[in-house]
Nanobody, 119 residues
Framework: QVQLVESGGGLVQPGGSLRLSCAAA????????TSWHRQAPGKEREWVAT???????????YVADSVKGRFTISRDNAKNTVYLQMNRLKPEDTAVYYC?????????WGQGTQVTVSS
């Protein structure tokens, strides 16, 4: 049974940093394209960042324009964990953040972790 579990969310002041983690059971992240998405209250779920499946050439990362230069997605294969490093956080980054792993027809989501940016 596949399970993705996010952690690391919380309350942070504007300008602060957080690192979200997504740990997997039942799948190997390097075999999947993994992404972070977020959903703010009253808004649709929004894509944040993606790391492609690992090949002999490595992986490629992409981030949304709204977080470019502030957020970084990374993966620790030994720990089978994906991270989202979030720096210079803004109030508009407040949302529930979700981890997602996709390969062909397999599509898995975590339960989400709340990030609140407020003074």
């Amino acid at each position: 049974q596949v399970q993705l579990v996010e952690s690391g969310g919380g309350l942070v002041q504007p300008g602060g940093s957080l690192r979200l983690s997504c740990a997997a059971a039942g799948l190997t992240f390097s075999d999947y394209t993994t992404s972070w998405h977020r959903q703010a209250p009253g808004k649709e779920r929004e894509w944040v960042a993606t790391m492609t499946v690992m090949t002999v050439a490595g992986s490629t990362t992409y981030v949304a324009d709204s977080v470019k230069g502030r957020f970084t997605i990374s993966r620790d294969n030994a720990k089978n964990t994906v991270y989202l490093q979030m720096n210079r956080l803004k109030p508009e980054d407040t949302a529930v953040y979700y981890c997602n792993a996709v390969w062909r027809t397999s599509d898995y989501w975590g339960q989400g972790t709340q990030v609140t940016v407020s003074s």
